[in-house]
């Protein structure tokens, strides 16, 4: 049965519990989205349940992160193994967090058709990072499902399921944007370790990918803000923070209400400071600089 809406299609990826099955399923409805067979985002008059936690198979063990194996540093078979799959894993929950934002926020919050299209986008790149890393997992002689993994990722989707500022700054802004930080330092490992293969995969595509991501979340962040303070403000927010000669876009006021937000909210909703060193080249790419991040880098001492 073909979904009428993007919300409704994006329910039936969240209550799919086979990963690579979500996978295909996102592709087909961000294709049919994005070619506009769908579409309509959603349904004025109907509001639709999200699930709390999307459907999962029980064939990964799951087991609190402070008791994750360690992954190694890519210089055994075993190593490489474990940090693919770790990799695919987080994939296959970002591949769930794309299609909730839209599901859960975009009527709520009455966002402008750009998100919808933003995290569609978004949606379909992670199903394909999971099926490319499974694949490559497979090619190393292991299966996704073959090690323990953590739902570390869900947790904070759970803490931030009301506040969609919070859901921004946390998973695009700080988990994502920590995936920016450590993915040079993964892709340096495996070459060194002999593994070309998947040190292409990540340089080539789940890298330069992972930036866009990240970038839609500071994005949006920077919209609700400036909407909340001026509606006039809705066309202009939209711009990209920074004009293809740096020069920023919008006011230093401004700039600073939106700065002064994230703060606000990454010290309410994240435990303890961001860990350096940061990938500022990558960070810049996605739209925003040191003013975000190195504040929060330090305990915030106390009144």
């Not at 330069?208 to 970038?215: Q, Y």
Request: aromatic share 8%; proline share 7%; hydrophobic share 40%.
């Amino acid at each position: 049965m073909e979904s009428k809406t993007l919300v409704e299609a994006a329910l039936r990826v969240l209550n799919t519990p086979d990963p690579f099955e979500k996978a295909r399923l996102g592709d087909s409805v961000a294709c049919r989205w994005l070619d506009g067979t769908i579409t309509q985002p959603y349904n004025p008059s109907l509001d639709l349940p999200v699930p709390d936690r999307p459907a999962r198979l029980t064939n990964v063990k799951l087991v609190s992160p402070s008791l994750m194996p360690k992954l190694g540093k890519a210089g055994s078979l075993q190593s490489r193994q474990a940090i693919v799959h770790s990799l695919a894993h987080t994939e296959s929950w970002a591949i769930d967090l794309s299609w909730d934002i839209v599901a859960r926020f975009g009527k709520q919050e009455a966002m402008p058709r750009e998100f919808f299209t933003d995290f569609v986008k978004v949606a379909q790149d992670e199903g394909r990072h999971f099926t490319l890393l499974a694949a490559r997992l497979e090619e190393l002689g292991s299966s996704y499902g073959a090690l323990p993994a953590h739902n570390g990722l869900w947790d904070s989707a759970i803490a931030t399921s009301k506040d969609l500022l919070a859901r921004l700054a946390i998973e695009h802004c700080v988990h994502e944007a920590r995936g920016l930080d450590v993915l040079p330092t993964i892709i340096s490992r495996f070459r060194n370790g002999g593994d070309n293969e998947t040190a292409k995969l990540l340089e080539t595509v789940v890298y330069p990918e992972e930036i866009t991501h990240c970038a839609a979340g500071v994005r949006w962040f920077r919209y609700l803000c400036l909407r909340s303070r001026d509606p006039a403000l809705l066309r202009d927010s939209l711009a990209p923070p920074e004009s293809e000669a740096g020069e920023n876009v919008c006011t230093i006021e401004e700039n600073e209400v939106v700065i002064r937000k994230f703060h606000a909210i990454v010290r309410t909703h994240f435990r303890g400071p961001l860990k350096p060193p940061f990938n500022e080249v990558a960070r810049k790419a996605a739209g925003f600089g040191p003013q975000w991040y190195e504040p929060l880098a330090t305990k915030e001492s106390a009144p």
